[in-house]
T-cell receptor, first 115, second 109 residues
Framework: GAVVSQHPSWVICKSGTSVKIECRSL??????MFWYRQFPKQSLMLMAT?????????EQGVEKDKFLINHASLTLSTLTVTSAHPEDSSFYIC???????????FGQGTRLTVV | GQNIDQPTEMTATEGAIVQINCTYQ??????LFWYQQHAGEAPTFLSY??LDGLEEKGRFSSFLSRSKGYSYLLLKELQMKDSASYLC??????????WGAGTKLIIKP
C-alpha cells in the first residue's frame, strides 16, 4: 500500500510554545490530507481537511488560529499547534487517501505532551 | 445525522472466533472500511466492502449488507497479537469517512 510518513513520533513541549508536525505522502501525490486527534480510549476525531494550494477546512469546534495547517505541496502537509496548553496533549494522526476516495493511509502518529 | 455504532469492548479466547458488528447510518454510501489499531499506534487498513457479501482475507473476513446498514468483521483462529481496537468507518456520498468509536478486543489465553 501507499506510505504516509509523519514526524515527529513524539514531542514534549512547554506551555505557550508552538509545535509543528509534518505529514508526507512518500509514493503518491495527495491533494487532500486529513488531520485527526485521538484521546486515550477514544476514536479518531477529524480536526481538519488539508487541501493542497488552498485553505484547510476545519471541523466545527476546532480553532483554526490555534491549529494552523499548511499544505504547500502535493506531498507535504503540516499542522502547527500554536501556544500549546496541557489540554492540547493528545495523539495527532494524519492520513491521505489516493484520489481522495479510497482507503485511508495513516502516518505513524505524533504523541504530543505539553508540560 | 450520520452515525456509526459498534460495541465498546469484546473478550474472546485464543484460538476461537469472534465477530465484531457495526451498523451505520450515512447520507449516501460509498463503502465500509475496517481498521485495526494497536494501543499507541496509528490505524492500519484491514478490509473494504462496497458490495453485499463476504470478503475473505486470510484469518479475517468482512461482511456487508447495504439494505440493513450492517457490517461485521470476523476474526478466526484468534492470536494474542489480535488484541487491539477495531475501527469501522463508512464512506458517505461525499466520500467523507465517518468513524465508529472502535471496539476494543481483548484476547485471553
Amino acid at each position: 500500500g501507499a506510505v504516509v510518513s509523519q514526524h515527529p513520533s513524539w514531542v514534549i513541549c512547554k506551555s505557550g510554545t508552538s509545535v509543528k508536525i509534518e505529514c508526507r505522502s512518500l509514493d503518491f501525490q495527495a491533494t487532500t490530507m486529513f488531520w485527526y486527534r485521538q484521546f486515550p480510549k477514544q476514536s479518531l476525531m477529524l480536526m481538519a481537511t488539508s487541501n493542497e494550494g488552498s485553505k484547510a477546512t476545519y471541523e466545527q469546534g476546532v480553532e483554526k488560529d490555534k491549529f494552523l495547517i499548511n499544505h504547500a505541496s502535493l506531498t507535504l502537509s503540516t499542522l502547527t499547534v500554536t501556544s500549546a496548553h496541557p489540554e492540547d496533549s493528545s495523539f495527532y494522526i494524519c492520513s491521505a487517501r489516493i484520489g481522495g476516495r479510497g482507503e485511508a493511509f495513516f502516518g505513524q502518529g505524533t504523541r504530543l505532551t505539553v508540560v | 445525522g450520520q452515525n456509526i455504532d459498534q460495541p465498546t469492548e469484546m473478550t474472546a479466547t485464543e484460538g476461537a472466533i469472534v465477530q465484531i458488528n457495526c451498523t451505520y447510518q450515512t447520507s449516501g454510501f460509498n463503502g465500509l472500511f475496517w481498521y485495526q489499531q494497536h494501543a499507541g499506534e496509528a490505524p492500519t487498513f484491514l478490509s473494504y466492502n462496497v458490495l453485499d457479501g463476504l470478503e475473505e482475507k486470510g484469518r479475517f473476513s468482512s461482511f456487508l449488507s447495504r439494505s440493513k446498514g450492517y457490517s461485521y468483521l470476523l476474526l478466526k483462529e484468534l492470536q494474542m497479537k489480535d488484541s487491539a481496537s477495531y475501527l469501522c468507518a463508512a464512506s458517505d456520498s461525499n466520500y467523507q469517512l465517518i468513524w465508529g468509536a472502535g471496539t476494543k478486543l481483548i484476547i485471553k489465553p
